[in-house]
C-alpha cells in the first residue's frame, strides 16, 4: 500500500500537468479609445492573459492614453468565459482593479466590462474588450476603454 502511494500522487500530477499544458498564456497589444476626466483620447497599449482553467484567467493590461495629460494604467482582471477556452469565439465578462499613474500620483480604480475574442489564425485571436469603472483620484472620476485587441497564443 506505501509503495503505490507516491506512484498515485506521481499518476495525479502528471494528469492535472497535461491539462494545465493545453492552456497556454497569451500576450499582445491593444489600441483604441479611452474616456478618462472628461477627456477622451487614444489609447494604446500591451495586453495578456494567463489562464487559471478552461473559464477562468487572469487579464493584464498597460496602457497609454492621450485622455487628460496622457494618464499610464495598469490593469489586472479576472476574465469568466463564458464558453471554455479553445472553443472557437470565446465571450468573457471581467472584474478587477486598476493602477493610473497620471499626474498628482497612482490612483486605485475597480473595472468591471468584458469583451470577446476569435481564432484568426493558429496560435493568433483578434477581439475586443471594453471595461468602464471608478478611478479615486484627487475626486472619483470615470474610466472609459473600448479596445481592439490582438493575441498571440504563447508557445
Known amino acids: 500500500m506505501r509503495r503505490r ?3 498515485a500522487i506521481a499518476a495525479l500530477l502528471l494528469l492535472a500537468a ?3 499544458a493545453q492552456l497556454r498564456p ?3 497589444a491593444r489600441a483604441g479609445v479611452a474616456y478618462w476626466d472628461r477627456a477622451v483620447g487614444v489609447l494604446v497599449g500591451a495586453a495578456g492573459e494567463l489562464p487559471i482553467d478552461r473559464e477562468l484567467a487572469l487579464g493584464v493590461t498597460l496602457d497609454l492614453s492621450t485622455a487628460s495629460s496622457a494618464p ?3 490593469t489586472t482582471t479576472l476574465r469568466y468565459r463564458f464558453r471554455p477556452a479553445g472553443e472557437g469565439w470565446e465571450p468573457y465578462a471581467a472584474g478587477g482593479i486598476g493602477l493610473l499613474f497620471t499626474g498628482g500620483g497612482p490612483y486605485f ?4 466590462g468584458g469583451g470577446a475574442t476569435v481564432p484568426v489564425a493558429p496560435d493568433l485571436r483578434a477581439g475586443v474588450d471594453v471595461t468602464a469603472g471608478p478611478t479615486f483620484a ?3 472620476a470615470f474610466s472609459l476603454s473600448a479596445a481592439a485587441v490582438l493575441l498571440y497564443v504563447l508557445p
Open 72 to 74: 499610464v494604467e495598469w
Open 26 to 28: 497569451s500576450a499582445g
Open 138 to 140: 484627487r475626486s472619483t
Open 109 to 112: 480604480g475597480l473595472k468591471l
Open 18 to 20: 497535461s491539462a494545465q
Open 5 to 7: 502511494l507516491p506512484l
